[in-house]
T-cell receptor
């Protein structure tokens, strides 16, 4: 069964350092999402891509977060500088089309900022 | 805009007992509704989805949910709980396509299954 690949699985970084997460969606999936899940809460959308274009980044803290999906395949989410409040699970998901049919999530990257 | 309310952050049932996890939604457009399960330090796995077809939706692992428009509810049930069902469950809603395809999640319900 096809999977959404994410790396690293776990990341510990110091406050004010830069950190990056990588996501490889299911082959052929044009829509890619990054969600952030704070412990004890539901995931919240950070950014949505359609191919290489950003469709929705209204909840992305643009002063410190950036996301790119060059060539419309894999994607990188970066935080610089990291803050204590960024500690969370970062989940990537992809879908074949941007439809409301549910999509496939990766296993996530657990970030701890110390 | 869409929102989801999950009633009960923790639910405990005995093995073999009925599982009922409650979800109420709010949506300005016909909603698509989903239930996901999450095990510790894992991603989200889709249990089932409602996309305007049959109101009673059957999913994996014996779970099902019924869409009730009049009650704006989409409660998740399973007739007989198994120890392996212990996990966090999230109800989510989306508005359909494009930017409306983003999922808005509830705060989750942790299901505990006891012997």
């Amino acid at each position: 069964e096809a999977e959404v690949a994410q790396s690293p699985r776990y990341k510990i970084t110091e406050k004010s350092q830069a950190v990056a997460f990588w996501c490889d969606p299911i082959s052929g999936h044009a829509t890619l999402y990054w969600y952030r899940q704070i412990l004890g809460q539901g995931p919240e959308l950070l950014v949505q891509f359609q191919d290489e274009s950003v469709v929705d980044d209204s909840q992305l803290p643009k002063d410190r977060f950036s996301a790119e999906r060059l060539k419309g395949v894999d994607s990188t989410l970066k935080i610089q500088p990291a803050e204590l409040g960024d500690s969370a699970m970062y989940l990537c998901a992809s879908s074949l089309v941007p439809g409301g049919y549910g999509y496939t999530f990766g296993s996530g990257t657990r970030l701890t900022v110390v | 805009a869409q929102s989801v309310t999950q009633l009960g952050s923790h639910v405990s049932v005995s093995e073999g007992a009925l599982v009922l996890l409650r979800c109420n939604y709010s949506s300005s457009v016909p909603p698509y509704l989903f239930w996901y399960v999450q095990y510790p330090n894992q991603g989200l796995q889709l249990l089932l989805k409602y996309t305007s077809a049959a109101t009673l939706v059957k999913g994996i692992n014996g779970f099902e949910a019924e869409f009730k428009k009049s009650e704006t509810s989409f409660h998740l049930t399973k007739p007989s709980a198994h120890m392996s069902d212990a996990a966090e469950y999230f109800c989510a809603v989306s508005g359909g396509t494009g930017t409306a395809s983003k999922l808005t999640f509830g705060t989750g319900t942790r299901l505990q299954v006891t012997l």
